[in-house]
């Protein structure tokens, strides 16, 4: 995927599963939600990997260990292992390896997952900022984290320790809905100490990095369901990208995406691995896909025609991001976006 401006989204005559070697997976709101997996996830995957293409789970979530998210895909139907899973925590303690010496202290604000990707490293995870920290680390710590780790973490970064993000995510799913992210918690410390921590998760290189390192993948396709994240580390990885409506990502939010967040492709669920991508094709003044016809009018988005819901929403994208151009559309998509039930 080239940095260009993205005008529609794009087609594919081969099944995604076949023109990709390596899928690169988001988990919360593409694999599973609140623990459990999504509707189809199961069966596409197996069907995917027994087409040849390598699964790997790309995560932001810095709370549990590469061990512990294989153990919970193997657990839904997913047969997974730990070489098969990548973290936020990893990216950020290689981030944090390249800039500090072998066998320094790093003082933890968050969960098991960044100790043991610290301890990769060979480095010594800590406590408290009387620990001497060369460096704070702070990830994704669960609902329970006490609220005195974020002041732990404000007086080393007070006292000119530096300090990482595994990612900045300000929101994250769950069972019971969309719930406080690591990015939330970070604000805390920033408030706190006016400081910039360098972050190393999705959509930042780091995140990309340590993927394709750990991956070794030639063609990879980025699977997710978030915009600013899964879809954005794409598009500045430079890699194709399949966005899917089972998480976070709205018909609103995806019409009003300025280019950096634009899918190559989009789809329900993850069916969309195992089947090739309609074409959008540009028919007079506006776009057509499959039974649906879209424009852009003076203030407001025009569909016309019938069909499979998805293959309008394609449509749509296509007049909304051509009238945007290098901008994010602004043009109103709701009687568009009612009709086709989205």
């Given amino acids: 995927m080239s940095r260009s401006v993205r005008t529609k989204p794009e087609g594919s005559g081969q099944a995604l599963s076949e023109a990709y070697d390596t899928a690169l997976l988001d988990l919360d709101g593409v694999v599973y939600a609140g623990g459990n997996a999504i509707e189809y996830a199961v069966d596409s995957l197996a069907s995917a990997r027994a087409g040849g293409m390598r699964l790997a789970y790309v995560t932001n979530n810095a709370l549990r260990t590469p061990d512990a998210v294989a153990g919970h895909l193997s657990e839904l139907g997913i047969p997974t292992g730990a070489q098969d899973v990548i973290t936020s925590a990893q990216a950020v303690a290689r981030l944090i390896g390249e800039q500090v010496p072998g066998g320094s202290r790093v003082l933890v604000i968050g969960g098991e997952g960044l100790r043991v990707a610290l301890r990769e490293r060979g480095l010594v995870p800590v406590e408290s900022a009387d620990d001497d920290p060369a460096a704070v680390v702070q990830g994704f710590g669960g609902p329970d984290l006490p609220w005195g780790r974020f002041a732990e973490a404000s007086y080393a970064v007070a006292r000119g320790v530096p300090w990482f ?66 879809i954005e580390g794409a598009f500045n990885g430079e890699v194709d990208s399949l966005l899917v409506l089972t998480g976070v990502t709205d018909g609103p939010q995806l019409l009003a995406a300025p280019p950096q967040h634009r899918p190559t492709f989009v789809d329900a669920d993850l069916r969309g691995l195992l089947a090739g991508q309609p074409e959008v094709a540009a028919e007079g003044d ?44 602004e043009l109103d998509g709701g009687k568009a976006l009612a009709r086709l039930g989205l």
């Fill in 286 to 329: 506006g776009f057509r896909c499959g039974g649906w016809t879209a424009t852009a009018g003076a203030e407001r988005l025009e569909l016309s025609g019938e069909g499979e819901a998805l293959d309008g929403l394609r449509a749509l994208c296509a007049a909304a991001w051509t009238a945007a151009g290098d901008g994010a559309c």
């Fill in 165 to 230: 993000a595994s990612n900045t995510d300000l929101t994250i799913p769950s069972g019971r809905g969309i719930a406080p992210g690591n990015g939330a918690a970070v604000e805390v410390v920033r408030i706190a100490t006016g400081a910039e921590p360098q972050v190393a998760g999705k959509p930042l290189p780091p995140m990309h990095r340590e993927t394709i390192l750990r991956t070794g993948a030639e063609r990879p396709l980025v699977v997710g369901d978030r915009l600013d994240t899964d």
